[in-house]
């Protein structure tokens, strides 16, 4: 009995001497093992037996790893690729970067406003030609344009209206984009004379009476797209079916199924084929409704036209140009909906300021991805293990891993330009595509992540705060799951970091 009275009182002058240290280490390395094994049981559930799951947790201020499961395997990104695209683009081209689109002429218009011969419109992949820029105003989205072309005294031209895009170069879509992706808003073909994300969007109708057809309206209002409308209106009772398709390479949509009488307006959208010819069409329009006619067509050349027939911009006089918003807001706007095509645009934006010129076999993505890697040597990404293969995560064949997307997010920490970055990122429960995820939790208004999906892929990454004001980095990538509660999974884990406290 006094051997174990002496025990205790030695134990007791131990714990009171040093409970600054007991409160500070070791509830935080249990409250670490627990948090471990919470995540480690999530993990392992039997529903997430044939899927795979790929996760990384790293506190920014201290570089302790907290958790990691699988961190070196690649997996399928998803939208978690424009974590790269978007932090090499502002690494190189600086958050202040706008993107011009010239005027070009052969002579400048006469006193009279009288252009005699073509007018070129030379686009450098300026996304900015949308509702989205200006003030979700469907007639305003080429006035930029238009207003500089009216600056230039031009009140006639003589010639043709011609769209140039061969500021890039290589076909209009990403690598590995499959056809089926084609027709819809987040498969748009890109251009580098981009107007309305290259899409249109429709809101259908149903008619005043059964049998009869239902409307079809167009916002922007155009006719650059054929309608064939096979949709009928039924019985106010009935549910509503509609499919809209567009075959790959035309420009004819045809919209079949029933709408009930009494029901509700369909919004939905398709892409358009050949978005540059789309661009100067409604420029054409634009400009006549401005009082400008245009007497010849309007038409395009692309980088395959000029192999044949150069574009020489040294013998061409710039009557105007337009500049785009800033990069910083193109950013945002990219990360914060996903918008597949301004990633890719940005992409490309790199491909085209490149330092050294392109080997002939080379598109544009192609030197965009090498400056890419370039970027991601410097940020302390190891090779292989980012393979991607375009800008917005799109492609199904591009992976990364997990350890990839840490050492990213912990460079762009300490990056001059970390703010920018980490303000473009949609934040939890308050907006972009995080706007209706975790919700009246820890994570809600703290958490600022990149969402990433695609069939069988979902994937979230970005950073937090827990509740001992400790800064985190975490990737989490989950694979080859058909759960319908993929982002809930993911959810749960983030969750569970906000409101983890180590103390």
């Given at each position: 009995?006094?051997?174990?009275?002496?025990?205790?009182?030695?134990?007791?002058?131990?714990?009171?001497?040093?409970?600054?240290?007991?409160?500070?280490?070791?509830?935080?390395?249990?409250?670490?093992?627990?948090?471990?094994?919470?995540?480690?049981?999530?993990?392992?559930?039997?529903?997430?037996?044939?899927?795979?799951?790929?996760?990384?947790?790293?506190?920014?201020?201290?570089?302790?790893?907290?958790?990691?499961?699988?961190?070196?395997?690649?997996?399928?990104?998803?939208?978690?690729?424009?974590?790269?695209?978007?932090?090499?683009?502002?690494?190189?081209?600086?958050?202040?970067?706008?993107?011009?689109?010239?005027?070009?002429?052969?002579?400048?218009?006469?006193?009279?406003?009288?252009?005699?011969?073509?007018?070129?419109?030379?686009?450098?992949?300026?996304?900015?030609?949308?509702?989205?820029?200006?003030?979700?105003?469907?007639?305003?989205?080429?006035?930029?344009?238009?207003?500089?072309?009216?600056?230039?005294?031009?009140?006639?031209?003589?010639?043709?209206?011609?769209?140039?895009?061969?500021?890039?170069?290589?076909?209009?879509?990403?690598?590995?984009?499959?056809?089926?992706?084609?027709?819809?808003?987040?498969?748009?073909?890109?251009?580098?004379?981009?107007?309305?994300d290259n899409v249109v969007d429709l809101i259908i109708k149903p008619g005043d009476r059964i049998g009869a057809p239902c409307e079809i309206v167009t916002l922007p209002s155009t006719s650059y797209l054929a309608f064939s409308n096979r949709v009928v209106t039924v019985e106010a009772?009935?549910?509503?079916?509609?499919?809209?398709?567009?075959?790959?390479?035309?420009?004819?949509?045809?919209?079949?199924?029933?709408?009930?009488?009494?029901?509700?307006?369909?919004?939905?959208?398709?892409?358009?084929?050949?978005?540059?010819?789309?661009?100067?069409?409604?420029?054409?329009?634009?400009?006549?409704?401005?009082?400008?006619?245009?007497?010849?067509?309007?038409?395009?050349?692309?980088?395959?036209?000029?192999?044949?027939a150069p574009l020489v911009l040294d013998d061409l006089v710039e009557l105007g140009s337009v500049q785009s918003a800033p990069l910083r807001t193109i950013l945002s706007r990219m990360m914060k909906p996903s918008q597949n095509l301004y990633a890719h645009l940005l992409l490309l934006?790199?491909?085209?300021?490149?330092?050294?010129?392109?080997?002939?076999?080379?598109?544009?993505?192609?030197?965009?991805?090498?400056?890419?890697?370039?970027?991601?040597?410097?940020?302390?990404?190891?090779?292989?293990?980012?393979?991607?293969?375009?800008?917005?995560?799109?492609?199904?064949?591009?992976?990364?891993?997990?350890?990839?997307?840490?050492?990213?997010?912990?460079?762009?920490?300490?990056?001059?330009?970390?703010?920018?970055?980490?303000?473009?990122?949609?934040?939890?429960?308050?907006?972009?595509?995080?706007?209706?995820?975790?919700?009246?939790?820890?994570?809600?208004?703290?958490?600022?992540?990149?969402?990433?999906?695609?069939?069988?892929?979902?994937?979230?990454?970005?950073?937090?705060?827990?509740?001992?004001?400790?800064?985190?980095?975490?990737?989490?990538?989950?694979?080859?799951?058909?759960?319908?509660?993929?982002?809930?999974a993911l959810d749960k884990i983030v969750v569970t970091l906000a409101e983890h406290d180590p103390r």
């Open positions: 009995m006094k051997s174990v009275s002496v025990s205790f009182i030695v134990l007791l002058i131990v714990t009171v001497a040093g409970r600054s240290l007991s409160t500070e280490v070791t509830p935080t390395n249990s409250g670490r093992a627990e948090l471990q094994a919470t995540l480690t049981a999530h993990l392992s559930q039997d529903r997430f037996h044939a899927a795979a799951w790929a996760v990384k947790v790293v506190s920014l201020d201290s570089g302790e790893t907290f958790f990691e499961h699988n961190p070196h395997k690649l997996l399928k990104p998803a939208s978690n690729a424009k974590l790269f695209t978007g932090a090499a683009v502002l690494d190189r081209l600086g958050p202040d970067f706008r993107i011009k689109t010239s005027l070009y002429a052969a002579t400048r218009p006469e006193k009279s406003g009288t252009l005699r011969g073509d007018l070129i419109i030379y686009g450098r992949g300026d996304p900015c030609f949308a509702e989205r820029f200006n003030g979700g105003s469907y007639s305003n989205i080429l006035k930029p344009i238009v207003d500089a072309i009216a600056a230039a005294g031009i009140k006639q031209i003589k010639g043709d209206l011609i769209g140039d895009e061969s500021y890039f170069r290589g076909p209009p879509f990403g690598t590995q984009w499959t056809w089926d992706d084609l027709q819809q808003y987040y498969g748009a073909e890109f251009s580098a004379l981009t107007v309305q009772d009935s549910k509503r079916r509609v499919s809209i398709y567009r075959p790959v390479g035309e420009n004819v949509v045809y919209v079949s199924g029933w709408m009930p009488l009494t029901g509700s307006n369909l919004v939905d959208s398709v892409s358009v084929h050949d978005p540059a010819r789309w661009f100067v069409t409604l420029l054409k329009e634009a400009l006549a409704r401005r009082g400008i006619r245009v007497t010849g067509n309007a038409r395009t050349m692309n980088w395959l036209d000029r192999q044949i934006q790199l491909g085209s300021n490149w330092r050294t010129p392109p080997m002939p076999e080379q598109t544009t993505e192609d030197v965009g991805l090498a400056e890419m890697n370039t970027f991601l040597k410097t940020a302390g990404v190891r090779d292989g293990d980012v393979l991607l293969e375009e800008g917005s995560g799109l492609s199904r064949g591009a992976l990364v891993t997990p350890n990839s997307t840490i050492a990213l997010l912990q460079h762009m920490r300490r990056h001059p330009h970390f703010e920018v970055f980490r303000e473009s990122l949609p934040v939890a429960g308050v907006d972009g595509t995080l706007r209706n995820r975790m919700r009246n939790t820890a994570a809600a208004g703290n958490v600022r992540a990149k969402t990433g999906t695609l069939r069988y892929v979902n994937t979230l990454s970005g950073y937090l705060t827990n509740k001992a004001g400790e800064n985190l980095a975490f990737s989490l990538m989950l694979n080859n799951y058909d759960g319908d509660a993929a982002r809930a």
